[in-house]
């Protein structure tokens, strides 16, 4: 079955202690991202990856890391969490496609959601 | 950037067609208009992009207006299933790869 899973699908930490969270696509996608959700603010993207070894920002990148060492797998990586980053996590996958104006990621899969809880 | 505006909720009786609008007046010539659903707090699920012309699914139809500055997504016959919130979205960066969701329309589907 095609799909992006994450994990884990909860989790409760504390204020400091490093964590990543998994997300894995079986699809082959090229494009992978990373979102964030919180109350009020809708869906903001944290990085994103064109293909293996390419990352870039997104809106709100502030306080984590990515990693594309291999194109089915991009884990965010909370090297000191802070409680401002409670949230709900979602990643993303997409085919890259020949749209107008360049190659462009497309329809993008989502995974189920990671509630990250920081104390 | 080639954000979005969308009402923040709105109603339709079930079996109705629903319409949602929304605004992207600073979309440029090759930035796509993307929609998206999300149900309860699960993974957001695509449903139909277009670019110029408007484009139909099994899902949905999206019309464009000419001057791209607005589209509204059409979902035929609205069942209690599509009750969500439906998040319309362009690309805006140099590159077309980020992508910025807003809140979106929560639309409720009324017995």
């Known amino acids: 079955e095609a799909q992006v899973t994450q994990n884990p699908r909860y989790l409760i930490t504390v204020t400091g202690k490093k964590l990543t969270v998994t997300c894995s696509q079986n699809?082959?996608?090229?494009?992978m991202s990373w979102y964030r959700q919180d109350p009020g603010l809708g869906l903001r993207q944290i990085y994103y990856?064109?293909?293996?070894?390419?990352?870039d920002k997104g809106d709100v990148p502030e306080g984590y890391k990515v990693s594309r060492k291999e194109k089915r797998n991009f884990p965010l990586i909370l090297e000191s969490p802070s409680p401002n980053q409670t949230s709900l996590y979602f990643c993303a996958s997409s085919p890259i496609r020949g749209l107008a104006g360049g190659p462009s990621p497309n329809e993008q899969y989502f995974g189920p959601g990671t509630r990250l809880t920081v104390t | 950037d080639a954000k979005t505006t969308q009402p923040p909720s709105m109603d339709c009786a079930e079996g109705r067609a629903a319409n949602l609008p929304c605004n992207h007046s600073?979309?440029?010539?090759?930035?796509?208009v993307y929609w998206y659903r999300q149900i309860h707090s699960q993974g957001p699920q695509y449903i139909i992009h277009g670019l110029k012309n408007n484009e139909t699914n099994e899902m949905a139809s999206l019309i464009i207006t000419e001057d791209r500055k607005s589209s509204t997504l059409i979902l035929p016959h609205a069942t209690l299933r599509d009750t969500a919130v439906y998040y319309c979205?362009?690309?805006?960066?140099?590159?077309?790869?980020?992508?910025?969701f807003g809140t979106g329309t929560s639309l409720t589907v009324i017995p």
């Open positions: 979205i362009v690309s805006y960066s140099n590159t077309g790869n980020q992508f910025y």
């Open positions: 699809m082959n996608h090229e494009y």
């Open positions: 600073t979309i440029s010539g090759n930035e796509y």
């Open positions: 990856s064109m293909n293996v070894e390419v990352t």
